[in-house]
């Protein structure tokens, strides 16, 4: 471990956290094998990532990125309740790369990382607490500076693009083709101008580039909202450690809301701790154990797969996107992306345009029921009456479902809705060919808070 350590504060030095082969290997005194022994560790392979020279520079140098990752809670400094946070609970002032340090004597917030038991319990979750605190919180330092990690744009994905252009510090390439989860059909997975210009300002441009999105990858991983919770973390910290899901996802086309000021309903109630607990529950069960009362899914039916959103940014935009929709605030349980790699294909012969539709769930047990449909040949949902948009949608599961927590997907028809279905009155369409149409999203929420 001592070792792993004297390689993270070596690379911690550099300025992009990342350094030849051969200059690591002189600094820290000890030879090439052993050191790319320990980065490829199962224990530490998270760590970092190995960056090959590319075919095309033939003299180029093996070099070593640090891809360790501690993010913070950007939502701490507006007092960031969630018991089950995955990130740290840290001052944005004393961690954030344009402040030295926070200078305010009386500041509220935590400074020292393991102050808070939040904080120690993700520490040691991850087993990082061999590593010393001044080391662990300069690991912070960096993961919060795009020049010394690894960042993505979530700006370029946009219609509007990102708004500096050329002078971005973030790599300019689909983020959800980065976290397997892209599903446009003709989405360029390639590296283009700006990615190569990136490349260069990170002397990164003689390295492999499969290696550099590689980095990316593993960065990404581990801001996933639920990373700590999921098994995927230093084998050394626990006696057995459940391998991820991996899983591809629907691509989030949804209407940024930032502005809006949400409105309350005239008869909104609080949720207390517990209902809120007891649902999120509910739902977990549900999406964890497949408690449905129809057969298990076949084994061709593995193709359906659900996969959580780990970006932070997106649950805070689903959520401003849907209390807009509905007219109040909701508070956003589960946010999961729907994928099928048949459908897809589809998709892609159909060469269509996204017309979405809702579909509102009045019980957690027909999730997986409601999933089979889009790829059963036995109508096992016949008709499937869907909503023009989230507020009908909601309504129609209100008016015969007395609970607080629902659940909504978003659907992806194939065609328009005369060709698709019966269009119906109130906004509905009804779907009765599974193989026009794929899931694409999949929240569940509170409302009435």
């Known amino acids: ?55 095309n520079y033939h003299q180029g140098v093996e070099k070593i990125a640090l891809t360790l990752d501690l ?67 300069e690991i912070i330092r960096a993961s919060a500076d795009p020049i010394r990690t690894f960042w993505v744009c979530t700006d370029h994905g946009k219609k509007s693009g990102c708004s500096k252009k050329n002078h971005c510090d973030k790599l300019h390439y689909c983020y959800y083709a980065l976290i397997d ?12 101008d700006a990615c190569l210009a990136y490349f260069r300002q990170k ?20 801001r996933k909202l639920d990373y700590v919770n999921t098994g995927n973390m230093s084998y050394h910290t626990l006696s057995s450690s459940s391998s991820p899901k991996t899983s591809n996802s629907g691509h989030n086309q949804r209407k ?77 349980l589960t946010l999961k992306s729907i994928y099928s790699r048949n459908k897809e294909t589809e998709c892609a012969n159909k060469r269509s ?27 096992l949902i016949k008709p499937l009456i869907v909503y023009a948009n989230v507020r009908d949608a909601h309504d129609a599961a209100k008016q015969n479902f007395e609970n607080n927590q629902f659940c909504i997907f978003r659907i992806h028809l194939f065609h328009s809705g005369v060709i698709n279905g019966d269009l119906l009155p109130e906004n509905r369409l009804q779907l009765k060919d599974p193989s026009k149409m794929c899931f694409d999203r999949m929240w569940i929420y509170i409302f009435n808070l």
């Open 256 to 332: 940024s809301s930032n502005n809006k000021q949400h409105r309350t309903s005239s008869s909104s109630r609080k949720s207390t701790p517990i209902e809120i607990t007891s649902a999120r529950s509910t739902c977990d069960d549900i999406l964890s154990t497949k408690s449905d009362s129809s057969p298990p899914l076949p084994d061709h039916e593995q193709d359906i797969l659900l996969e959580d959103s780990y970006d932070r940014y997106d649950y805070v935009q689903t959520e401003h996107y849907l209390s807009d929709e509905l007219g109040f605030p909701i508070k956003l």
């Open 71 to 137: 993010f913070c809670c950007t939502h701490y400094a507006q007092h960031c309740k969630n018991q089950s946070c995955s990130f740290l609970h840290l001052c944005p002032y004393n961690i954030r790369p344009m402040y030295t340090k926070c200078t305010n004597k009386t500041c509220p917030y935590d400074h020292d990382i393991l102050q808070s038991s939040h904080n120690r319990k993700i520490i040691d979750a991850r087993g990082l607490n061999f590593i010393p605190t001044i080391t662990l919180h």
């Open 1 to 55: 471990m001592e070792e792993v350590i004297s390689l993270i504060k070596h690379l911690l030095t550099t300025r992009y956290s990342i350094d030849s082969v051969d200059s690591i290997v002189k600094h820290l005194k000890i030879s090439k094998n052993h050191l790319l022994q320990l980065i490829n560790e199962e224990s530490y392979k998270e760590y970092f990532q190995l960056l090959h020279p590319s075919n």
């Open 203 to 222: 002397d990164l441009i003689e390295q492999d580039q499969d290696d550099i999105l590689n980095a990316f990858k593993k960065v990404l991983r581990q």
């Open 353 to 379: 345009k996204p017309i979405y539709y809702y579909y509102p769930i009045r019980d957690p047990a027909e999730i997986f029921r409601t999933l089979r449909w889009q790829n059963e040949d036995k109508r």
């Open 181 to 192: 989860a892209c599903t446009k059909p003709y989405c360029p997975h390639t590296i283009n």
